[in-house]
């Protein structure tokens, strides 16, 4: 199902035909580095993280993380979407992509969109964003969308303090 489009993007939920991509965005080095290793060693693991988490989350709350593709030739380029954590009170934007798909200006493109369409199609009053202190890229799309720097956060006890950016 599509949630939206931008002017070189598409927004859609995900689907268990997504999970060679999803293999391979989650075993990404970038996303390793500053997302972390969720265990997606095969494409059965793939397909139940799309279960457990997107399409979980879609049901549960209305959004989640979406497939990013390119309008033009629809190849997957990353996910971008909306998560509602239990440890952080307000809904979050998060996004990844491949790294050969990294400063292109998608992850700006759909994120400004997502934030959009949080604002104006769900009615969320605010929303935050995280990363890691050192996620350069990330910090300057959250900037270049207008989120500020608020405090250090941990999402879990043992996780290390991330940055909050709302």
């Not at 990363?131 to 250090?152: F, H, W």
Request: charged content about 25%.
């Amino acid at each position: 199902m599509k949630i939206l489009d931008t002017t070189r993007l598409t927004l859609r939920q995900l689907t268990p035909d997504d999970a060679a991509f999803i293999h391979e965005l989650l075993n990404d080095p970038t996303w390793l580095r500053f997302i972390g290793d969720r265990g997606i060693r095969n494409l059965d693991d793939a397909r139940s993280y799309i279960a457990n988490g997107p399409v979980a989350s879609y049901a549960q709350h209305g959004f989640g993380l979406w497939l990013v593709e390119r309008r033009t030739d629809r190849v997957a380029t990353g996910i971008c979407g909306l998560l509602k954590r239990a440890t952080l009170p307000d809904v979050d934007i998060g996004f990844a992509f491949l790294e050969k798909y990294q400063r292109l200006g998608y992850g700006s493109e759909c994120a400004a969109a997502t934030l959009a369409y949080g604002r104006d199609v769900l009615g969320l009053k605010k929303i935050v964003a995280v990363t890691q202190p050192d996620n350069a890229g990330s910090i300057r799309v959250l900037e270049k969308l207008g989120l500020r720097y608020e405090k250090m956060v941990q999402l879990s006890p043992t996780a290390p303090a991330v940055m909050l950016f709302a």
